[in-house]
C-alpha cells in the first residue's frame, strides 16, 4: 500500500466496496501515523464511533454531513498535524544539536587529552634546548608537515633578526632548504609579529605578502605556512613556524587551535625553563658575592673615603654649572650691548667729520644724518648700554665672589665665619634650579634670619652640607605642581652655645623606614643612577663628626621634610 507523503488528512467511511474503514484506519496507523484520519458514517451509533476513536481515528462525522462541521473539523485537524510536524522537526533539529554536542564535546576530549600528552612531553625538561627541540618534533608530527622550526626575535641590537634555534623536518624532505624563512623573507617576519597568528594554504596567491615576498618564498619551495607568535614572560619574542613543500596544505580551524595550544604551553616551558636558569644564576652569583664579602668589609673604610671625595667632587661639579649658567646670562647681555655701543660710537664719530667739513654751517646734509640717526635717542641710550655693561660686570663678580665663598678654597682651616653668607652663596650657585622652567613653576625661597655670631667652622665643608640638603630639597619638589616652598630659618640656640639651621620643603615627606635610613651610606630612595646615597651621609659626618654638632631630619607622608642643623659657636678641639 502506497500513501502519497504530502497527505495530511483522510476522510473514510465505515463501509467500503473493498475495505471498509476501520481496516483502513488500522493500516494507516501502522505505516503513516503521521495521517490522520477522520471517520464519516452514517452509521454513528456509540459502538461504530467508539471503535472508530479507540482505533485512532482524530474524530468521526454522522452522515449527513454539516459541511460548516466539516470545514471546523478539517481545520482542526490540520492545525493538529502541523503541531505534531512541528514537534518532530524540532525534536530532530534538537537530536542533530545533542549528536552534534556530543561529537564536539568528544573532539575536544581528545583534543584536550592530545595537548596533554604533548605538554608533558615539552616540559619534560628544564633545558631550554631539550624543550625547543621536543617542542618543534611534537608540533611537526601533530600537524603532519614537512617542517617545523622555532625562531627567537633578537631586539637587542643594533639591527633586529630573526634567530633558528631549533628545527624538526621529516625523513622524507631531504631537499628542503635549510635557510630560516625569517632570515630570508624579512616582510613575513614583520606580519607574523603584527598579527601574532600567520596561515596560508597556498603562497603564490596570498594576498598578506607582496609579490617579492611571495616569489621569495616559491623560490625556496615553499607552498604553505602556518605561524604562531610566542611571547614569554621575560619580554623575549619566540616564533614557532610550520611549513609544507610539497603541496597546499589547507588549515583547518582545528590545526590553528591545535597550533595556538602547543605554543601556549611551548610558552609557559619556555618561561619555567628560563626561571629555573635565572634561579640558577643567582644562586650562582650569590655564592661569588658571598667569598667577596669579607673583601668587601675590609675595603669599605678605603671605599667610603674615596666616595665622600668623588661626592665632594660631585656638589663641586654642580656648583661649577650653576655658576657656568649664571655667568653666561650676564655675559651675553654685555657682548649684545657692546655690539649696539659699538654702532653708536661709529655713527658719532661719522656725525662729528661731517660737522667738521660744514662747520659753522650744518647744512641739509648734516641735517639728514642726525635725523637718520637719531642723535636725540642714541646719546639718552649709550649711557644706558654703558650701564647695562657695568651691571652685567658686577653681576660676575657677585658670582665668582658666591663660587669663592662656596668652596673656601682658601679657607681649609677652621674659622670663624658668617652661616648667612654660605647659605646666600649656596642658594645663588643653586639659582638656575630653583627658576621657573617651561611647564615647571619656580621653588620660592623663604629666609627667616636670626642674629647669628659668626661661627668657627669649616666653611667649606659646612656649605657643602647645605648644597646637599637644598638639593634633596629641589629633587622632591620638581615631582610636585605648585606650590613649591623651601624655608631656611637660623637662630641661637637657648644655651648660647651652638646655632641651629632649619631647612625645610612642602613636598611628599617620607615614611618613618625611610628617615630611620637617611642617613645610612647608600641608601637612597632615587632611581639607578640619578644618586649614590652618599650625600646626606656625608653631610653627617661633617656636621657630627668634623663640627661635634647633631644633624636629624623631620618628616612624615604629606608633611613635607624639616633638617635641623645644630652647630656649636666654638669648638673646642679643633679637627682636621
Not at 628544564?126 to 611534537?138: C, R
Not at 601556549?264 to 644562586?283: C, G, K, M, N, V
Request: aromatic fraction near 6%; hydrophobic fraction near 40%; proline fraction near 3%.
Amino acid at each position: 500500500m502506497q500513501i502519497d507523503p504530502d497527505i495530511d488528512i483522510v476522510l473514510s467511511d465505515i463501509n467500503m466496496p473493498k475495505m471498509d474503514g476501520l481496516t483502513l484506519l488500522a493500516k494507516l496507523n501502522d505505516i503513516a501515523p503521521s495521517i490522520k484520519t477522520v471517520i464519516v458514517s452514517a452509521y454513528g451509533d456509540m459502538e461504530n464511533i467508539r471503535k472508530a476513536m479507540n482505533g485512532g481515528a482524530f474524530d468521526f462525522l454522522t452522515k449527513p454531513i454539516d459541511f460548516q462541521d466539516l470545514e471546523i473539523t478539517i481545520n482542526k485537524t490540520l492545525q493538529h498535524v502541523q503541531q505534531l510536524k512541528e514537534n518532530l522537526r524540532l525534536r530532530q533539529e534538537q537530536e542533530f544539536q545533542l549528536q552534534q554536542s556530543e561529537e564536539k564535546f568528544r573532539a575536544l576530549a581528545q583534543r584536550e587529552e592530545l595537548i596533554n600528552r604533548i605538554a608533558k612531553k615539552i616540559r619534560n625538561s628544564l633545558d631550554l634546548k631539550t624543550i625547543l627541540n621536543s617542542g618543534v618534533n611534537q608540533i611537526r608530527k601533530l600537524l603532519q608537515v614537512q617542517r617545523c622550526e622555532f625562531l627567537w626575535y633578537r631586539s637587542d641590537v643594533e639591527h633586529p633578526y630573526f634567530e633558528m634555534m631549533q628545527e624538526a623536518t621529516a625523513s622524507e624532505s631531504v631537499n628542503i632548504q635549510k635557510q630560516s624563512l625569517l632570515q630570508e623573507v624579512a616582510a613575513l617576519g614583520e606580519i607574523i609579529l603584527k598579527l601574532k597568528i600567520f596561515q596560508t594554504s597556498d603562497i603564490l596567491t596570498d594576498c598578506q605578502l607582496d609579490e617579492k615576498s611571495r616569489n621569495q618564498l616559491a623560490a625556496l619551495g615553499l607552498t604553505s605556512l602556518l605561524a604562531v607568535s610566542i611571547h614569554t614572560h621575560t619580554g623575549r619574542i619566540g616564533v614557532v613556524i610550520c611549513s609544507d613543500y610539497s603541496k597546499p596544505h589547507f588549515w583547518s580551524d582545528n590545526d590553528v587551535e591545535l597550533m595556538q595550544a602547543v605554543a601556549d604551553q611551548l610558552a609557559i616551558a619556555i618561561d619555567q625553563a628560563e626561571l629555573y636558569s635565572q634561579s640558577r644564576f643567582a644562586a650562582t652569583k650569590a655564592q661569588i658575592q658571598a667569598s667577596q664579602l669579607q673583601q668587601a668589609l675590609s675595603d669599605l673604610k678605603k671605599a667610603q673615603s674615596e666616595l665622600i671625595q668623588v661626592e665632594k667632587m660631585s656638589s663641586l661639579g654642580q656648583m661649577v654649572a650653576g655658576v657656568a649658567h649664571e655667568i653666561n646670562n650676564p655675559v651675553n647681555f654685555i657682548s649684545g650691548n657692546i655690539k649696539h655701543t659699538s654702532n653708536y660710537i661709529k655713527d658719532v664719530f661719522d656725525l662729528l667729520h661731517l660737522y667738521q667739513r660744514h662747520f659753522p654751517d650744518p647744512g641739509s646734509a648734516i641735517s639728514e644724518k642726525i635725523e637718520e640717526i637719531d642723535l636725540d635717542f642714541l646719546m639718552q641710550d649709550l649711557p644706558k648700554a654703558l650701564s647695562s655693561m657695568e651691571v652685567g660686570a658686577v653681576r660676575i663678580s657677585e658670582i665668582v665672589l658666591a663660587l669663592r665663598n662656596f668652596s673656601r678654597l682658601d679657607e681649609a682651616e677652621m674659622k670663624p665665619v658668617d652661616i648667612h653668607s654660605g647659605i646666600d652663596s649656596t642658594l645663588l650657585i643653586l639659582q638656575a634650579r630653583l627658576q621657573a622652567k617651561p611647564g615647571r613653576p619656580s621653588i620660592e625661597i623663604i629666609k627667616e634670619y636670626g642674629n647669628l655670631p659668626l661661627v668657627e667652622c669649616y666653611a667649606g665643608q659646612l656649605n657643602q652640607v647645605f648644597m646637599n640638603i637644598l638639593n634633596n630639597a629641589i629633587d622632591t619638589l620638581e615631582k610636585q605642581d605648585s606650590p613649591r616652598i623651601i624655608t631656611i630659618s637660623t637662630s641661637v640656640l637657648q644655651n648660647s652655645s651652638g646655632v641651629l639651621i632649619k631647612i625645610a620643603d612642602n613636598g611628599p615627606g617620607m615614611t618613618s623606614e625611610v628617615n630611620k635610613r637617611l642617613f645610612d651610606p647608600f641608601f637612597t630612595t632615587k632611581t639607578v643612577g640619578a644618586g649614590t646615597g652618599l650625600g646626606l651621609s656625608i653631610s653627617y659626618q661633617i656636621v657630627v663628626d668634623k663640627h661635634g654638632g647633631k644633624l636629624k631630619c623631620n618628616s612624615a607622608p604629606g608633611q613635607g621634610a624639616e633638617f635641623l642643623i645644630e652647630i656649636p659657636v666654638n669648638q673646642p678641639n679643633q679637627k682636621s
